[in-house]
């Protein structure tokens, strides 16, 4: 085993044994800046049109960044949001070819640039519902060793686990400000508190497969839920459905 592969583990394994997300946040900074990278994020994919904002999950960004990102809204024109969106493979920013990019997109990477972030990498992951979140990172000079990428996809890959894992639950005072459910999501999520799975929910409410599914990923949204069991809980919770 190579002196990366067993550096990646050794952290992998810590990340594992993390007890909050401070220590997730500390453990993750450390190994990206072994690579050169001075900034990370870990955040959930909002729908197309929405802010950042109540998606992220942890934020390494530099706080003169996070501010001008946030400030101008830039995930809208963001090029690396975008293909993030489209991939389902890890990707180094200066990979993505963008043959005909809008002045907005280039202001947001010029401005990146600018903050520090000249080159990149993220890594886009998927749910089990097909929900999408990712891990991306910025620095100026990177130091990328042989096998490289897959370690830094694999910390991210587990790094985003843990996070997810430990993440505090919606406070109680949330109940009744989440986004209104549609009452075919509601019946969704009642099929699911029951156990059936999209397939056999699709056949009791005369839907496909797919329909199923968007909407329990819809409901996932809006109830701030990271599994099928975690949204029937908030549901039930909040009294968006009962058994």
Known sequence: MSGIERRTFDIVDQLQAASDCDEVYSLLGVALSEFGFTNFLITEMPPPGSGLQASLILNGWSKTWFDRYMDQNFFLHDPMAAHTRSSTQAFFWDEVRCPHP??????????AAECGLRRG?????????????????????LDIPHRGREALQLLSIFAHGKAQSL???PAPAAAGRYEALTERERE?????????????IGEILAISEQTAKAHLRN????????????AVANAISWRAISL
């Open 219 to 230: 409901s996932l949204r809006k109830l701030n839920a990271v599994s099928r069991a975690h």
């Open 167 to 169: 993440r505090p639950p």
């Open 188 to 200: 969704v999520l009642l099929w699911v508190a029951r156990g059936k799975t999209d397939w056999e």
């Open 121 to 141: 990498f993220s890594v886009p992951i998927l749910g089990s519902t097909g929900e999408q979140s990712c891990v991306t990172m910025g620095g100026g000079k």
């Open 102 to 111: 809008s002045k907005e997109a280039k202001r947001v990477m010029n401005e």
